[in-house]
């Protein structure tokens, strides 16, 4: 029988993010506060536009590569929303996170530049205040609200990112004590 791999102590600042259809958030670890609030999903602003990943680039490609469109650019500096997955990374960037129309999973290690990732992915961001909070990955479909900006920007990484989305710093709280013992187990997983 495998004997389990040992838990890594949280990061003083780890954040886990929850969604639902209607909302989503990051919050830090229950290590960090002494309680945790009542309410703490604050869902994402119905009035806020959705703004499809559909959306970000003509189609069909032409030999000129992607080129955003209108709605992209009438966005950029808008509040927006949008709904998609959280890529699953083997290593949390610290303060951000990509985010996709549909499920991946990326391992860097092994395939370097050589990712899985579609033409139309946003790069989402904390609050600055948060940019030493890491967000432990979350499965399922999840809404985004926040500002949305456009243009091209070389991320600290070296990737280059098109579409990046801001969220507000009330998008957090802290972890309630099943989410940290969820989150702990799956740092325990087999392979």
Known sequence: MKQPKPVSPLRPHTLWLCAALCGALA????????????SSIAPATPNEPLLPFADFFKRPMGSRGAEMTPALLAANGQRVRLRGYMVQQERAAQGRFLFTPRPVHMSEQADGDADDLPAAWAMVYLDPAQQDFAIPYQRGLL???GVLN????????????????????????GMN??????YLQTLQHDH
């Open 27 to 38: 919050w830090p670890a229950l290590a960090q506060q002494s309680h945790v609030p009542e």
């Open 143 to 145: 809404e985004l609200s």
């Open 150 to 173: 456009v243009g091209r920007l070389e991320e600290s990484d070296g990737r280059v990112s098109w579409v990046r989305l801001q969220l507000d710093s009330k998008a957090t709280r």
């Open 177 to 182: 004590a099943v989410e940290l013992a969820h």
